[in-house]
């Protein structure tokens, strides 16, 4: 008898270079092109230089950012690429400058930061980028969120739940609709240790324009992570305390709504089964209760949008309206009746 061995190849490598060996570097893909910006040397000196293959054609071509720098936050939305913040030098020398790579035209534009950062996360959802947390030049960890809009061209600023840089690869993934930026953690520059690492996870749901917080089972460093329609994966990684090297892995589901609660605010956001109206309204609202078990003693409580609770009130079974002696905000209004619990975004004007 004889056995055949057959090596069956539905694929090739090849192999090319880049300008500079270099490493960090903030990469974006249009089409059949992929650009390279930017990078470091083994030294930790910076490159200007953005690198673009062309799939189709085997070819490179070079453009150039405006300022040589590593460690960028870097996003696609629609024709345009950003690459945002970084580091000018290996030591503490960062960047608020954003890059804006126009596609169709092969042009530069520039954009801010509210704050000079490193080693941030960055997300497309919707027609918003978000360019989350980093590395101050102070070497310590920031919180701030920049988000810019490209219909309008306006920026808002946001904060995550702990400050972080987000380290790991694919720290910040999109999936339905949503941006989920990991725990990640805070890298001494200086002393080459890791100082801090989280087990929180920031979520921007961009259809209602709202954050929330979740978690992992355990604080984590290292990990690999991966946004697949509705569920995010997070494998591996190095467990704190003690830093051991982790097997598990954790999938998020979230088919209809996240499974987890606005920044601050204890409890889970149910899907709204009941009418509040008016809504905007200028501190006085009426609801429609006929989805609640009226048998049941009802409460009223009042978060703003960072988890404060500003009202906690019993409301009379006949009662429909509150009022609301708060100011000009948005804030989550939610009725306990029994083990039913219905809430809704309400904006007093």
């Not at 071509?61 to 913040?85: E, K, P």
């Not at 989350?132 to 808002?156: F, K, M």
């Amino acid at each position: 008898m004889f056995l055949i061995a057959v090596l069956m190849t539905y694929g090739q490598w090849t192999y090319t270079t880049l300008t500079q060996a270099k490493s960090r570097m903030g990469v974006a893909v249009n089409g059949t092109k992929v650009y390279f910006a930017g990078g470091n040397n083994i030294a930790g000196s910076a490159y200007s230089v953005v690198d673009v293959y062309d799939m189709a054609t085997g070819d490179w071509i070079q453009t150039w950012l405006s300022q040589a720098r590593s460690c960028m936050g870097a996003a696609v939305a629609g024709d345009l690429a950003f690459f945002a913040g970084g580091y000018l030098d290996p030591t503490s020398s960062v960047t608020n400058r954003v890059d804006v790579y126009h596609f169709s035209t092969g042009t530069w534009t520039q954009e801010t930061l509210s704050e000079a950062r490193g080693f941030l996360a960055a997300a497309t959802v919707g027609n918003k980028v978000l360019f989350a947390g980093g590395t101050r030049a102070d070497n310590t960890p920031s919180d701030r969120v920049d988000i810019y809009d490209v219909e309008t061209g306006y920026w808002d600023i946001k904060s995550l739940s702990e400050a972080r840089a987000l380290f790991p690869l694919g720290s910040a993934v999109t999936c339905d609709n949503k941006a989920y930026f990991l725990p990640g953690g805070h890298f001494d520059l200086y002393a080459h240790n890791w100082t801090t690492d989280f087990n929180v996870i920031d979520i921007y749901d961009a259809s209602l324009d709202l954050w929330y917080v979740d978690e992992l089972s355990a604080s984590k460093l290292l990990f690999s992570v991966a946004g697949a329609e509705d569920h995010l994966i997070v494998a591996g990684g190095a467990v704190s305390p003690g830093w051991n090297f982790s097997d598990n892995v954790e999938i998020f589901s979230d088919p209809d709504y996240p499974d987890c609660i606005p920044s601050g605010i204890p409890g889970k956001l149910e899907e709204t089964t009941f009418t509040v109206y008016p809504n905007p309204c200028s501190g006085k609202i009426f609801m429609d209760l006929n989805g609640l078990n009226m048998n049941d003693q009802m409460i009223a409580t009042i978060y703003d949008m960072q988890g404060k609770q500003v009202i906690h009130q019993s409301m009379a079974k006949d009662q429909h309206e509150l009022n609301l002696p708060l100011p000009a905000g948005v804030y989550l209004l939610r009725i306990t009746a029994g083990e039913e619990v219905f809430s809704e975004l309400i904006t007093i004007q």
